[in-house]
């Protein structure tokens, strides 16, 4: 079984001011294992078809991840972001199903 360390972003809706809603992000550094290593090529009406990236990764649970299951959006594997389509909790570990490229908000850097 292959070794995962990685990021997930958990981004969450928060109004800034009364009445405007802005998306935050947060990306923390879990480990574990990757349980199901697989890809697959959508095909569709477009000239690339899409690819899916149907990993499962298993991680260890954390506090904050454990509070925040809701807010998992995209987990960065092997240097693309991927959307998290599925998340099962099997504590102490929590298996995350992998789907799509992820194009959603982003992490800010700080600068």
């Known amino acids: 079984m292959a070794k995962f360390c990685g990021i997930i972003g958990f981004v969450k809706t928060e109004e800034t001011e009364p009445g405007i809603w802005e998306e935050k992000c947060e990306e923390r550094t879990y480990y574990g294992d990757i349980i199901r290593n697989t890809r697959n ?57 992998m789907g799509g490229v992820y194009n959603g908000e982003q992490a800010r850097i700080a600068e």
């Open 41 to 97: 090529i959508g095909s569709t009406n477009s000239v690339n078809g899409d690819v899916n990236i149907n990993n499962n990764i298993s991680i260890v649970a954390d506090p904050f991840a454990n509070e925040n299951l809701q807010y998992m959006r995209y987990i960065i594997y092997k240097g693309m972001k991927v959307n998290i389509t599925s998340v099962t909790i099997e504590y102490p570990r929590i298996i995350l199903i």
